[in-house]
């Protein structure tokens, strides 16, 4: 059984090698770990870092491409290197490496192929109350998305195992922890979450600039996804709410009608059958986008066994 813990790096010269000291090196259950960072275009000396401290990989980006492109990058480097459990973890410390057996446990138990750290939220002292609040309810929002009972949906602590590795796909380019929760519910994999210990903060995070950023860009990933793997039900319901309103105004105008005082209210008669028509128009459009899903369904089948093949070609090759 091997294990490789991933790490997504950019210009984390300065707290990498504290992340990786604190990381362990050895779990019972497991024959063989080894470490791999994504280096994302890093202007420092991240990778001469990382290189010195004795990691197994490296991937290396040119140019910053963003999170969740070197979180699919790494599980794709990973893979390729035979890893039956890949665990993705911060440069800055901020989760404590020791919990890592944590998390690999429910799937070396055969329980569950994807398992996410659930910080201690709530009494973490660096995060502002606000943040506090945020991180439940985007967490709630994605529950609801995903169906699924993960509490803290944000966390970029987690584990996978190789069926489960093989089958992500994420397509947004901020970051992959909504989706891949969606994604993993929707698709019906066996996901769950375990308690996990946080360290001191080291550096503010660099995943968003503002708070207002932050909202914008999880409500767009969560709503992105949830189209993505369930859109007949979104837009039945965006379309159910408008058809409802237009319908509302169609009847309020019968009741004028059949009172004898119809005049001066044809606006709302023409309103009505807009919103109504709109209402329809978006219900097909959901019919339409269901068929392009069951595709997708059948893309995402296609794209594992592709990989798997892959991967098994690239052994092949290597063990000649």
């Known amino acids: ?25 050895h779990i019972d259950g497991i024959d063989e770990i080894e470490y791999l960072i ?14 010195k401290w004795g990691v197994h990989y490296v991937v290396n980006f040119k140019s910053n491409r963003g999170l969740a492109r070197g979180f699919m990058a ?6 390729r290197q035979g890893a039956d459990i890949i665990v993705n973890t911060d440069a800055d410390n901020q989760y404590c490496g020791a919990d890592i057996e944590k998390l690999v446990r429910p799937i070396l138990n055969g329980e569950y192929d994807i398992v996410i750290g659930e910080r201690p939220i709530d009494q973490t002292a660096h995060f502002s109350p606000l943040k506090k609040k945020l991180q439940h309810i985007g967490s709630w929002t994605v529950r609801v998305a995903s169906k699924t009972t993960i509490p803290d949906a944000p966390s970029g602590f987690r584990a996978y195992s190789r069926q ?8 947004n380019e901020y970051t992959y922890t909504l989706e891949t929760i969606v994604q993993a519910g929707r698709n019906k994999m066996a996901i769950t979450s375990v308690p996990i210990r946080t360290n001191p903060e080291l550096r503010k995070s660099r995943l968003f600039n503002s708070m207002f950023g ?7 990933t969560i709503v992105r996804a949830f189209m993505m793997y369930k859109p007949l ?11 409802g309103l237009g319908l509302i105004l169609g009847i309020r105008f019968l009741v004028y009608m059949l009172g004898g005082n119809s005049q001066g209210h044809i606006q709302s008669l023409i309103l009505a059958s807009t919103l109504m028509i709109l209402g329809f128009q978006t219900f097909i459009s959901g019919l339409l986008a269901d068929l392009i899903a069951s595709n997708r369904k059948i893309l995402e089948d296609t794209q594992e066994r592709v990989r798997r093949l892959d991967y098994i070609i690239d052994k092949k090759k290597s063990d000649e």
């Not at 994504?38 to 290189?51: L, Q, R």
């Not at 932050?214 to 767009?220: C, E, T």
């Not at 979104?234 to 709410?241: H, R, V």
């Open 1 to 25: 059984m091997k294990l490789i813990i991933q790490i997504p790096c950019y210009n984390e010269a300065e707290t990498l090698e504290i992340a990786l000291n604190d990381l362990p090196k």
């Open 38 to 51: 994504i280096n994302d275009g890093s202007h420092d000396n991240t990778v001469e870092v990382a290189k």
């Open 74 to 79: 790494g599980l794709d480097a990973c893979l």
């Open 164 to 171: 489960a590795a093989l089958r992500m796909n994420v397509v």
């Open 214 to 220: 932050y909202i914008k860009k999880s409500v767009l």
């Open 233 to 243: 039900r979104f837009f039945s319901i965006i379309g159910g709410i408008v058809f």
